[in-house]
């Protein structure tokens, strides 16, 4: 009788642990799910206007001829003058190409940050600027001081492609850029983890998700050249 009574009590625990254990389970799982649809949610409207953007400059840079206006439109060619002992100062400088580019943006209005510079000593300096914006060329006549540069702005539609591919934007924007895609990133596993908390719709969404990972290797492997 002792015996019988001992057995019951030890089950009653076995089944109080297993339910306890349940409960614990349940509520991790329901909390973890909530959390999910928190961070999925607030994510993604913080980076909706991203996604909107990166998406719709990426079907421009894929379709450029969709728009006439695309084409980079290039002011004509400007004048003026420099000061011969001033370039004779800035000649006098260890990296004289660096230097003539910061002496030309301080006096002239153009576009884009310093790319490349071909310097002849007494006599002439070549000096490229690219920005997304625009790009601007210099010639400097180390001679006599006159100068000879084109500014060439980009329109609208360059200027997405040129902040979508990072071009010469800057560091700023190329932060903006790895920022962004760690972000879709985070999105895209929260949702993708979602799937796991909906049991009645988690075959379907397994079978969709291998379809479309068995459709992208398709596209790479017969029609990607």
Same mark, same amino acid.
């Given at each position: ?5 001992? !057995? ?14 349940? @409960?614990?389970?349940?509520? *991790?799982? %329901? ?12 994510? +993604? ?16 840079? #894929? ?17 003026? #003058? ?5 370039? %004779? ?26 790319? +490349? ?5 007494? !006599? ?12 601007? #060329? ?5 001679? #006599?001081?006159?100068? !000879? ?15 979508? @591919?990072?071009?010469? %934007?800057?560091?700023?924007?190329? @932060? ?12 895209? *596993? ?36």
């Amino acid at each position: 009788m002792t015996t019988s009574r001992t !057995e019951m009590l030890v089950q009653e625990k076995i089944v109080g642990a297993k339910g306890s254990g349940n @409960r614990h389970s349940r509520k *991790l799982k %329901s909390k973890t799910q909530k959390y999910c649809r928190m961070l999925h949610a607030y994510l +993604s409207a913080f980076a909706f206007l991203i996604l909107m953007f990166f998406a719709a400059s990426g079907l421009l840079l #894929n379709h450029p001829e969709w728009f006439a206006e695309g084409v980079i439109s290039e002011d004509q060619a400007r004048e003026a #003058n420099f000061s011969i002992e001033a370039l %004779s100062d800035v000649a006098s400088i260890n990296d004289e190409g660096v230097a003539f580019a910061k002496f030309a943006q301080e006096r002239l209005p153009l576009l884009g940050d310093f790319h +490349s510079a071909e310097v002849f000593p007494e !006599e002439e300096a070549f000096l490229k600027f690219s920005g997304s914006k625009g790009n601007s #060329n210099v010639v400097i006549d180390l001679v #006599n001081g006159e100068v !000879e540069y084109e500014v060439t702005k980009a329109s609208l539609v360059e200027i997405m492609h040129n902040l979508h @591919r990072g071009k010469d %934007s800057g560091a700023v924007w190329s @932060r903006v850029i790895d920022v962004s895609a760690i972000l879709i990133l985070v999105i895209s *596993l929260f949702g993708f983890s979602l799937m796991f908390f909906i049991k009645f719709r988690l075959a379907k969404s397994m079978v969709i998700f291998g379809t479309s990972v068995v459709f992208f290797a398709i596209i790479y492997a017969f029609f990607v050249t």
